[in-house]
């Protein structure tokens, strides 16, 4: 079944409206609803927090500050992240619920819980703060400068960390002796994930355990998180997600509210429900992106890379998530340079507090970045040096395999230049000259991009899985990584029939609940199958090995005289059993692996896209959009060109539209919604046409896979932005709006 475009099972329970979401799941009765309120200020001192009339309101069972938290031990949410920093780490308390100050609007600052929604509404809006409002610094350059307000009395300067990872002599020196240096100022601004359904929560206290059934993507790792908090071991947690709407990355880690709603059903004995307002989300979750570049590529006369530099500054918001501080530096790094050979790159991050809400992983985290710098720095230098964008790329990609890079990964497998010729043939790149002529006559500006990415995916290393068959004929697989919508109920199941040759209907999965998953690393950084199908792999193997024992010793034979097939194992007498038979004999039937595979794969690929633009209004509208792209072996081909689309879709919606927005001077979120964050919509969008090629599958793994969950996202933004430059041709920053380009084309520079 490996490699068969079996169209997704779970879809039938989604379409139809029994997918089962935290919003869904049965209630018992005496179950309390919760609502949170929110700083209304970006920066704010709090003198004091009243709440008896809130307390005395109808339906109130509970109302929780920081005063009864901190009285019940309970600590700061931690950040995980690890970096070897020029100046260390600086990760300041970040209480469940604000203390002596609001850094952020809408962070929590009480939580009533109440019989019905409408009563703790009601009830929070009796709460009286007493705030003395304090300056407010939105923008991280400024955070950074001399007299800015400060944020942390223990990061003097708003400094978070500086980091930095290469050979800055090494770049010293190819920029003395480099014939051309292109600079550029690129700005990658802040986003939110926006996944379709917002944060959500039960806590309660079940079978003695603390338990959290909560729409999260690494229930092991954020209930590490919130036992850490809560001054409670992880084995006294019982975590659990049902079906979840989309995650893109901030659904990866444990939020405020958690630790109030677990701390509310501790104390009461009663189940608490919340579920975030969109609002809510925007405001009070975490935000993505967010790195601002100030970047330089050298080049000899013949138009070769010799050496990058890359000074940034990156939003952390007013505190550290759990992985923020991560994506700008590790992991950018790792994708720094692209699929370029170039000899030495310098990169440097200063992480910078804002009275902002925290940064976290969105979709790629820091591989967008990485690869939207070296691409528009290649566009530039092709325009100065007045060289064909396609054969500057073509000249300077990784040829040679394997290629150690800059920073010491070792890239082993790969058809870079392949991919680009593919992509200008497939999007014919030969006949745009005409299209851009018919553009013209009708008044229009009309512009081709085409660009290469390099993902470099693996995520948390190592991953655990376990196969049990069941006397009905069932099979069981359980697994660490996690869904949240890439189709794991089909492809998984799909792997498992085609490892033991039985009917795929057979095979029921397992995820998402720390007391049945032994461990596991959840989602994220495009993982699942590299990681987790690894696992499975190795499981199948453990699982068949203790099948063929029991055999053998049932019909009386060596493991070695046994033939396995459709389920059974077979002597060449004719007799045999089937797994089944097995399980029923044995009781229980099962295999279980675990790894700590720590290798990286390297899906990459081209992008081409086609705009057109209206210079009266500035309107741009994408024309066509085709990517040629190495996944490795494909396991299902039509599960993987469905995550590339819609990691498209989410790219050129960053290239063309999205952006959160907040105010300069006193940090009020402006786009605090879809009235005023704008997303592509099914009209903004062509056909997207992806093609998967299969011929340089990756060793890193038993199964070739690379992984496709994040490439599209990583891909989409240069190619656009590559076509609009073209288009208006003008240097023009994300997200390239009507009234951007209006002025880029009807205004003098």
Known sequence: MFGQSIRRVEDQRFLTGRGQYVAD???????????????????????????????????VALVLTAAELEAAGIGSLPCNAVLAAEKPLVVPPRPALATDAVRHVGQPVACVLAATL??????????????????????????????????????????????????????????????RIVSAEIP????????????????????GLLTLRCNGQA?????????????????????????????????NVAFPEHVSLLHAARLLGRPVRWQAEMNEDFSGAAHGRGLYAQARLALDAEGRFLALEVDSVAEMGAYLSALGPHC????????????????????????????????????????PESNFIIETLIDRAAVEMGIDGQSLRARNLIAALPHRTAFGMEIRDGDFLSRLEECARLADRAGFAARRAGSAARGKRRGFGLTCFLETARGTPGEWARLRARPDGGIEIAVGTQSNGQGHETSFPQYIAHLLDVPM?????????????????????ARSLHMGGEAMRLAAGAFLAHARSVAARMLQATPEALHYAEGRFNLADGRGLSLAQLAEEEGVLEGEAAHSL??????????????????????????????VDDYGTLLNPMLARGQVQGGVAQGIGQAMMERIVYDEDSAQL???????????????????????????PTQANGLGVKGTGQAGCIAAPQAVMAAIRDAVGADVTMPATPEKLWRALNLPA
């Open 25 to 59: 799941l049965p209630m018992p009765p005496g179950t309390l609803e919760a609502w949170f309120l929110r700083s209304p200020h970006a920066h704010a001192r709090i003198a004091s927090v009243s709440v008896e009339a809130a307390r005395a309101a109808p339906g």
């Open 118 to 179: 409408a009563e703790a509404r009601d009830a929070a809006e009796v709460i009286e703060v007493d705030y003395d409002p304090l300056d407010a610094v939105a923008c991280p350059d400024a955070a950074l400068e001399a007299g800015a307000p400060q944020l942390h009395a223990t990061a003097p300067g708003n400094l978070a960390f500086l980091w930095h990872k290469g050979d800055a002599a090494a770049v010293a020196a190819a920029f003395a002796r480099a014939a």
């Open 188 to 207: 990658n601004p802040r986003v939110t994930c926006a996944p379709i359904e917002t944060r959500a929560a039960v806590a309660l206290v079940e079978d």
């Open 219 to 251: 229930l092991h790792g954020i209930r590490a998180q919130l036992a850490a908090a809560m001054g409670i071991a992880a084995e006294e947690m019982h975590l659990v997600a049902p079906d979840v709407g989309g995650g893109f990355g901030v659904k």
């Open 328 to 367: 700008p530096t590790n992991a950018a790094a790792t994708a720094m340079g692209g699929c370029y050979a170039i000899p030495d790159i310098h990169f440097t991050v200063r992480g910078a507090f804002t009275n902002t809400a925290p940064m976290e992983a969105y979709r790629g985290a820091g591989k």
């Open 505 to 525: 209907e057979s095979i029921r999965y397992a995820q998402a609940d720390t007391a049945r998953i032994v461990s596991g690393n959840g989602h994220g950084g």
């Open 598 to 627: 720590d290798l990286i794969t390297f899906p990459n690929g081209a992008h081409a896209a086609e705009v057109e633009v209206d210079p009266e209004t500035g309107e741009a509208r994408l024309l066509s959009y085709v990517a």
């Open 670 to 696: 402006i786009s605090a919604g879809f009235m005023d964050y704008a997303m592509p919509r099914a009209s903004d969008l062509p056909g997207l046409h992806i093609h998967l090629r299969e011929d340089t």
